[in-house]
């Protein structure tokens, strides 16, 4: 269970072979699933709601020392056709960072992004987060994207700190967690009025089997969306997209989401890293499955759901 406020120890981050930083941000207002080490280079990464790209990664910094060529670097893995915007500064847990605007997609039909530079000791890390995005003009800046209510928070409260003594610790399962989970956790347990009985855990499965049936049943997903004719091969241009109605919008947002997380995921089958990233993509299309359970649109769709879900 990840708390409110989310701690990543120098000794987890060596045991997951990145730098001995310590990361602290608040997470409580989030209404993106989380997901702490997820897999190479990453502290942690976040992701959806349904409805739109909405994204928030902690990286480390790959390429040349340029912030420019790290941010693109960065972009590149999501948006084969990202573009750069202005370089500028970001304030970022109190501390003014360099930051540089980048885009994704075509015209209106797009997404926005920012990348921040944040040196910690040795290391360098990359904030990187983004939102959809239907009229790149309304977008100048870095400071723009990160008044958006997803991200606004989460950057205040950041916090890295170097800590060259860390030891490592044992590699711990992949921590994900959900807003419905944060809410549940924050709210007062009940009183018992009975006694509680226990009942037998069942075996313990193999390290990685969840996330292997995750993975399988994000193919089936994909392959019925390419079938019903709402995978999209490329990004829609503006007018394409302003012809779409809520479910083909609803697809697109999907198909966004799982072309940025299922890679990690499959990078990590056999783990349990596996299994925790799994458990999320799974909350992530229960949701979408409710929203479009009555659609007749999505008929197909809902029982391949039903069938690797449970109904």
């Known amino acids: 269970m990840i708390p409110p406020i989310l701690t990543i120890a120098a000794s987890d981050a060596l045991a997951h072979d990145l730098p001995p ?18 897999g190479p280079g990453t502290y942690v990464t976040m992701s959806g709601p349904p409805g739109g790209p909405l994204y928030f990664h902690v990286v480390i910094a790959t390429g040349p020392d340029g912030i420019e060529e790290r941010v693109k670097n960065e972009a590149l893995k999501t948006y084969k056709d990202a573009v750069l ?15 540089v605007l980048f885009f994704g997609g075509r015209q209106n039909a797009s997404s926005v992004g920012c990348g921040a530079l944040v040196p910690v000791g040795e290391a360098s890390l990359l904030v990187v987060f983004g939102h959809g995005i239907h009229d790149r003009s309304t977008v100048s800046d870095c400071a723009t994207v ?14 890295a700190e170097w800590h060259p003594d860390a030891v490592k610790s044992a590699p711990r399962k992949v921590a994900v967690q959900k ?28 390290p990685g089997a969840a996330g292997a049936r995750v993975l399988g049943l994000v193919n089936r997903v994909k392959e019925t969306m390419r079938r019903t004719g709402v995978w999209s091969n490329e990004m829609p241009t503006a007018e394409s997209y302003a012809a779409w109605g809520d479910y083909e919008r609803q697809m ?25 990233m ?9 949701s979408v499955r409710d929203q479009v359970r009555h659609d007749p ?9 039903d069938q690797g879900l449970g109904a």
């Open 179 to 206: 807003p419905e989970e944060r809410a549940a956790a924050a709210a007062p347990e009940p009183t018992a009025t009975e006694p509680v009985v226990e009942e037998p855990a069942p075996p313990a499965e193999a």
């Open 252 to 276: 697109w947002s999907l198909q966004s989401t799982l072309d940025a997380i299922v890679p990690s995921l499959a990078a990590m089958q056999g783990t349990e890293g596996a299994d925790g």
């Open 85 to 99: 915007g202005p370089k500028g500064v970001l304030e970022i847990g109190g501390v003014r960072r360099d930051a």
């Open 21 to 38: 930083v310590t990361l602290t941000l608040d997470v409580s207002r989030s209404r993106m699933m989380v997901t702490a080490l997820p």
């Open 278 to 286: 799994g458990e999320g993509v799974s909350g992530l299309l229960a």
């Open 146 to 159: 990160a008044r958006h209510p997803s991200f606004e928070h989460l950057l205040a409260t950041f916090k």
């Open 297 to 305: 649109k999505a008929t197909e769709l809902v029982v391949i759901l």
